[in-house]
T-cell receptor
Framework: SAVISQKPSRDICQRGTSLTIQCQVD?????MFWYRQQPGQSLTLIAT?????????ESGFVIDKFPISRPNLTFSTLTVSNMSPEDSSIYLC????????????FGPGTRLTVL | GENVEQHPSTLSVQEGDSAVIKCTYS??????FPWYKQELGKRPQLIID?????GEKKDQRIAVTLNKTAKHFSLHITETQPEDSAVYFC???????????FGGGTRVLVKP
């Protein structure tokens, strides 16, 4: 399966600032997604990162707060903007590989703490 | 949209016993049902999945069953071992762009 990396692995940020999280895959993938996992909770889909076009956001998530880029088939970024302590969470990217219908594999996650 | 409910939220079993986790989903168009295992501080790992054209799938000590009519699916772990201790998540996906909707998770503790 694809090797997925995320940067940074963790960060501590001040409220009001922004953090950009990178997701890199070692092979071309059809779909990339961004999830949030709050402490002790399940995974919630933020958006689908579309290559070469605007991301598709889920209910409750907006582009101004979580801008996403996907310039090619192996890379995506998620920015958490104007952060507040409520944004403290683990952010995970996932990928669906070509030829493996529906199967999603997760990156290692980025643990974000907002003070 | 899809809604997935998972039970129980915690499960404690004796080593060697079986564990069963159940999930229900709401969208009859869903056709793909994966299970993920997440150990503390680690990423979710896909352990088994089932598609709507299959009623049961088995992989060594784990198996998944699907009842499309009742819209529920279950994970069965037999001969549990301490390394099976983790949080398990079920999920459902339909035709809408492979999006996964996750259940709330089950924390499994296998006592030696």
């Amino acid at each position: 399966s694809a090797v997925i990396s995320q940067k940074p692995s963790r960060d501590i940020c001040q409220r009001g600032t922004s953090l950009t999280i990178q997701c890199q895959v070692d092979s071309q993938v059809t779909m990339m997604f961004w999830y949030r996992q709050q402490p002790g909770q399940s995974l919630t889909l933020i958006a689908t990162a579309n290559q070469g076009s605007e991301a598709t956001y889920e209910s409750g998530f907006v582009i101004d707060k979580f801008p996403i880029s996907r310039p090619n088939l192996t890379f995506s970024t998620l920015t958490v903007s104007n952060m507040s302590p409520e944004d403290s969470s683990i952010y995970l990217c996932s990928v669906a590989t070509q030829g493996a219908q529906n199967e999603q594999f997760f990156g290692p996650g980025t643990r974000l703490t907002v003070l | 949209g899809e809604n997935v409910e998972q039970h129980p939220s915690t499960l404690s079993v004796q080593e060697g016993d079986s564990a069963v986790i159940k999930c229900t989903y709401s969208d009859s168009a869903s056709n793909y049902f994966p299970w993920y295992k997440q150990e503390l501080g680690k990423r979710p790992q896909l352990i088994i999945d089932i598609r709507s054209n299959v009623g049961e799938k088995k992989d060594q000590r784990i198996a998944v069953t699907l009842n499309k009519t009742a819209k529920h699916f279950s994970l069965h772990i037999t001969e549990t071992q301490p390394e099976d201790s983790a949080v398990y998540f079920c999920a459902a996906s339909g035709a809408a762009g492979n999006k996964l909707t996750f259940g709330g998770g089950t924390r499994v503790l296998v006592k030696p």
